[in-house]
């Protein structure tokens, strides 16, 4: 029996402090991965509250690194800390050109975050996919990145250049996941991707044989 992950996961979108259902999504997944601790990271992360993808995680244990590079939403982030220890805050706008001291890894680095930290939400509205793509060091399990969800899915070229393309399309997005042994899981407006290495739990724990064909890429191609 063929189930796609796309219409496996979509009963579980739930909204907490996400923004289209990305709380119950990464609820479902840890919970089939047995993952109930561990770490996150998300970028802008703003206040770590407002539309959040990782905030449900972090009240429910999970220590975090959350990234704003305004330094007045900084502020907010600060305030958060008072709250959860457990949060690192870092001041910095992520970059994405090699040899920048801003680079992901490198302020990961300054942090005890592990290599295969649990989840990675990249929105910035901009260059999330040069981002991920600059990513070497790190490996985590499941990533969220924001992308331009009205670009269809065979425009490869649509990749964020200021003044020519607004954002990333899913085709790119895709592909430069497979390239990085990612799988794609659904899409809520952001897509959602699994370490390929991972993947197996989740066929074991469902007791199904997903498939990336049908429904999980209707709304990415159509």
Known sequence: MNINTHKLLTPFRRNIYSQNGEDGILEELLNRLNIHSGYVCEFGAWDGVYLSNTFNLI???????????????????????????????????????????????????????????????????????????SLQVYRPKIVIIEINSVIPFSDLNHIHTPGVYEGTGSGPTFNLAKKKGYRFLTWTGNMIFIREDLYPQLESAYSLKLSLTGNGLKKLTA
Request: with cysteine.
């Open 59 to 133: 009240q429910k244990g999970f220590k975090s690194v959350l990234i704003e590079g305004d330094p007045e939403k900084f502020k907010d982030l600060e305030k958060l800390v008072e709250q959860y220890p457990t949060i690192t805050p870092i001041c910095a706008w992520v970059d994405h050109v090699q040899d920048s001291p801003n680079l992901l890894d490198k302020l990961l680095q300054r942090t005890d975050i592990p290599i295969d930290f649990d989840v990675l939400s990249i929105d910035i509205d901009s260059f999330d996919y040069q981002v991920w793509e």
